[in-house]
């Protein structure tokens, strides 16, 4: 059952007739019927948090949650729901201690111990992370967000090979993970080793080919390895993905530099310079 919102009515389609309900109230509302068909249904306030949370709106997941006739003290799934609403918001702090609550209720809860770890990594305590990151893959070993988000813990502590572990166990649990390609390139990049770099951000346009990013980061391996025509190319559609990347500008006008280009180069310092006024002292 899906759950749709219209100027601030819950929508919710019929599981029997497929007639659309608007429900004014969702906070005082435990069960539906439908006027057409009968049918009684029971409202998962849960999936509205998370459906609340997808669109951004964190507040209401929250109010949600308070006011919500059948959530209980001793409900693990919605403070964890409750926890990240509250990341969202930036309230660091008031997340950690509901998903420490989500955890004392429900102690083999993977999804909690991943959101800690998220919360901890967050405000710089990678070691933290990388404890409730253990945790989350011991209760749930092909839990690929875990190994990924372990992994960019490890890359905080400069701990590259053992980051790259874990990229390769997220990559072999999900094959098309693209952000897993695109930090493992990173990491690689971080040991020298651009080829693999590249194969990795070639991966991961392929994946999704629309990251600017991904183009910037092969285009900077390509330049560390001499190819400054290839590195070029790269920044070209990293800046026609992304028309403000002032640090495409900025490596491309080195790539032209290293060509002998330099009136390309100081055009394109020039505008990485309008753009971020600070690269021109880098």
């Given at each position: 059952m899906d759950y749709e919102f219209s100027d601030k009515k819950l929508i919710i389609e019929c599981g029997k007739c497929h007639k659309n309900l608007r429900i004014p109230d969702i906070q005082k509302t435990l069960k539906v019927t439908c006027p057409l068909c009968k049918h009684e249904f029971v409202i998962d306030h849960g999936k509205i948090q998370s459906s609340y949370r997808n669109l951004g709106q964190h507040e209401r997941a929250i109010q949600n949650f308070n006011e919500a006739p059948h959530l209980k003290s001793d409900d693990a799934?919605?403070?964890?729901?409750?926890?990240?609403?509250?990341?969202n918001l930036g309230q660091y702090q008031r997340a950690i201690e509901d998903h420490d609550e989500?955890?004392?209720?429900?102690?083999?809860?993977?999804?909690?111990?991943?959101?800690r770890g998220i919360d901890y990594y967050i405000l710089g305590q990678h070691t933290r992370a990388i404890e409730d990151y253990d945790e989350a893959i011991r209760l749930k070993p092909d839990y690929a967000v875990a190994y990924y988000s372990r992994g960019d813990a490890y890359v905080k502590l400069s701990?590259?090979?053992r980051a790259i572990e874990d990229y390769d166990e997220a990559i072999r649990l999900k094959s098309d993970y693209a952000s897993a390609y695109f930090n493992r390139g990173i990491a690689y990049r971080s040991l020298?080793?651009?080829e693999r770099t590249i194969q990795d951000f070639s991966e991961a346009i392929r994946l999704k080919s629309d990251d600017a990013p991904a183009y910037f980061n092969r285009g900077y391996s390509y330049v560390k390895l001499g190819r400054y025509q290839r590195a070029i190319e790269d920044y070209d559609e990293a800046i026609r993905l992304k028309a403000d990347y002032a640090s495409a500008y900025y490596e491309r006008a080195i790539a032209y530099l290293?060509?002998?280009q330099y009136e390309r180069a100081i055009q394109d310092f020039n505008e990485a310079k309008r753009l971020e006024p600070d690269l021109a002292n880098a």
């Open positions: 799934v919605a403070y964890n729901n409750w926890g990240i609403a509250y990341r989500a955890i004392r209720l429900k102690p083999d809860y993977a999804a909690a111990y991943l959101n701990q590259y090979p020298g080793q651009h290293s060509l002998g």
